[in-house]
DNA sequence: CACCAGGCAAGTA
DNA sequence: TACTTGCATGGT
């Protein structure tokens, strides 16, 4: 399977090239889209991101203490506005009061219970928290999410029925440990869903064409 | 008009 | 453990 997965890997990014993720300009940036985008379309919370941007809350000790209408204000976009904005604080309030409001000083925690941390935060399930650790963090973690789930299920690759953990020890036991493979081959995949947009288990016709 | 989008937590049986 | 429901905007 590890090379079966790999050689997908390879056409992917031979025909996607390189996706640069996450979208966003710092650290900080990502965290605050991970929670925003929950079950929630990216474009609007492209505008959210901007809003908060533009009027210079996209920082850890202005988040902090902006009042809760406010933010909720700015991220009205994104949908679910009133239990985002209590999710953005709760994890703000944890960076701002065990990690001095650093993101670095978060990332370079040492130990490896920081996903267990993470999702002691409410609001912060497994996908943003490993969102946030791939894409914030550079930590080896794969992300499982409604793409990673169609992509699976559309080759055939994965046929149990959906559990986080599962799909997730699928790609990590196959694959070589790596952060860069990792956040390329998530990217890729959202790459080839959004190509296929119209169906909910695309098959991937280029892979399907290379005898995959 | 209905349906969907890069989830999560709380409630129920 | 395995469903069900609320949360809400913006695009198709």
Request: aromatic share 10%; hydrophobic share 40%.
């Amino acid at each position: 399977m590890r090379q079966r997965l790999l050689k997908i890997f390879d056409i992917l990014l031979e025909t996607f090239g390189e996706r640069h993720w996450w979208p966003g300009e710092t650290a900080l940036e990502v965290i605050v889209g991970a929670v925003l985008t929950q079950n929630t379309s990216w474009k609007n919370v492209e505008k959210a991101i901007a809003s908060l941007k533009s009027s210079g809350l996209m920082d850890v000790d202005r988040l902090y203490e902006v009042e809760d209408a406010i933010l909720a204000q700015h991220i009205r976009s994104s949908g679910y506005y009133n239990l985002k904005t209590a999710r953005l604080k709760n994890i703000i309030n944890v960076i701002h009061d065990e990690y001095g409001s650093s993101i670095e000083q978060l990332r370079n925690n040492g130990t490896n219970k920081l996903r267990e941390k993470l999702l002691g935060i409410k609001g912060i399930g497994e996908e943003t928290a490993d969102s946030i650790l791939l894409y914030a963090l550079e930590k080896p973690v794969f992300v499982i999410d409604a793409y990673t789930k169609r992509f699976l299920a559309g080759h055939g690759l994965y046929d149990c029925p959906y559990r986080y953990a599962d799909m997730q020890a699928f790609f990590m036991d196959s694959l070589p440990s790596d952060t860069y493979l990792f956040n390329e081959y998530h990217a890729l995949i959202v790459a080839l869903c959004q190509s296929h947009c119209l169906k909910k288990a695309p098959r991937c016709t280029v892979c399907a064409l290379k005898n995959q």
